[in-house]
């Protein structure tokens, strides 16, 4: 894909509430991280027009979830019209996210999740049916949903919240991040021509917007992705009027290399499972445990795909990784490097972050990292790979799951039996073998256990998280 510079950037961005563009009376910067310069400027989201929206949505939700073959409809006349407009979307994404035009397969997704909420059958839930009674489990709009969407993939996160909400027949109320608002933006305002007024609202602003919209009243159920520390704030705030939440929080996520595996065969699928989009993925690979026999292999070939990548403008062709997304992941990921290099281990490549403007930092691969350092044991969340030897394999299984994260993990082999079996022993919401969170799937689960996040996300079982369940219970009649 070539995407060139935006140069409709500088025009007025805003919200839509209640089907129509509405300015911020106050706006805020939009930083492009190639360069750390302001590019444009977003609205900030008064309380005022926090309640328009609320309400908006509230006044919406009774006549849209009237119609089921309806909703379905516009969701896939989203996805037709989000699928026309992509690059567009693109453009704005590289700018304001930093991603590289060929990792822009975003759009793909936001695609794929509309149509298959737009298909996808839900079956109908009989209980009982003999000669007395009838009994079905029938599942119902919960009612506004106030969706909030992180800055590492804000347009794919932010529909796997709204195509099941708006499927299952709620409204909607979404932020995106102050760092990564326009193209969300951008969205909103294009799919007011498929979607009734009311039924998609999406606001900006900087703190303390997020919060208001947990606490507002309006709400019945809040959908977050972000942080574990702001997830736990989430969950105290919607407790004092028990929302419903969906939380996709943090991960620490595991590869486990046994001794039998190819170093060479499983490097690229490692790497780019850990340095997607500079690995600012939640699910990404966090830490590498390797067996010691095959470490310093395995080590060189992560190290010479490190050495490979092109870190740069995410609008030149040639760049396959770009900058962190702000100043503030980045000067953390040099801290834990730093941290770590100083506790004792190696930074094969990388390990030091570039002079000059951005919020670049290299691929870095670092050896003789062990449990206990911080690089190790928390979400670095940017484009560093610890490696981990071990000798035994109990231990380190141990060890992943004493981590309090489960998001995802992988086992890699060419033992897939002996890979299952240790599959089976790891404490997260999906595990892979011989491949790292390739179940990302509108039609897969996705969850994480213990602090990873709570509830479920996508498939059947997310939409069902959208909805409130009632049991009919009818006598048959008696002739």
Known sequence: MTITHDTTLHRPHVMTINGQPVEGTATFDVVDPSTGDVFAQAPDCTP????????????????????????????????????????????????????????????????????????????????????????????????????????????????????????????????????????????????????????LNVVSGLDPLGARMVEHPVPRKVSFTGSTATGKKVAASAANSLKRITLELGGNDPAIVLP?????????????????????????????????????????????????????????????????????????????????????????????????????????????????????????????MPIVAYDDLDAVIEQVNTSPFGLTASVWSTDLDAAARVAAQLDAGQVTINAHANGLRPYLPFSGHKESGIGVENALEGLAEYTSTTVLIRPKPTS
Request: aromatic share 6%.
């Open 260 to 384: 039998d595996a190819d170093p060479a065969a499983i490097a690229d699928k490692l790497f780019w499972g850990g340095f997607v989009n500079s690995g600012q993925i939640c699910l990404a690979v966090k830490r590498v445990y390797v067996h010691s026999t095959i470490r310093d292999r395995l080590v060189e070939e992560l190290a010479a795909r490190a050495r490979a990548a092109v870190v740069g403008d995410g609008f030149d062709p040639r760049t396959t990784l770009g900058p962190l997304t702000n100043a503030m992941q980045r000067d953390k990921v040099a801290q834990l490097v730093s941290a770590a290099i100083d506790d004792g281990a190696v930074a094969v490549t990388g390990g030091e972050a570039p002079s000059g403007q951005g919020y670049f930092y290299p691929p870095t691969i670092l050896t003789n990292a062990k449990d206990g350092m911080a690089v190790v044991d928390e979400e670095q969340f940017g484009p560093v």
């Open 48 to 199: 005022e027009q926090l309640d328009a929206a609320m309400r908006a949505a509230q006044l919406a939700q009774p006549p849209w979830a009237q119609d089921e073959d309806a909703r379905r409809r516009a969701l896939l006349a989203a996805a037709d019209l989000l699928e026309a407009h992509a690059d567009d979307l693109a453009r704005i994404l590289i700018r304001e996210q930093g991603r590289p035009a060929s990792f822009t397969g975003e759009m793909d997704l936001v695609v794929a999740w509309l149509r298959y909420f737009g298909n996808v059958e839900v079956p109908r839930e009989v209980l009982v049916d003999n000669d007395t009674e009838f009994i079905e489990k029938v599942h119902k709009p919960l009612g506004v949903v106030a969706a909030i969407a992180p800055w590492n993939a804000p347009l794919m996160l932010a529909m796997w919240k709204i195509a099941p909400a708006l499927r299952a027949g709620n409204t909607v109320v979404l932020k995106p991040s102050p760092y990564t608002p326009l193209s969300t933006l951008a969205m909103g305002e294009l799919l007011q021509s498929v979607f009734p007024a009311g039924v």
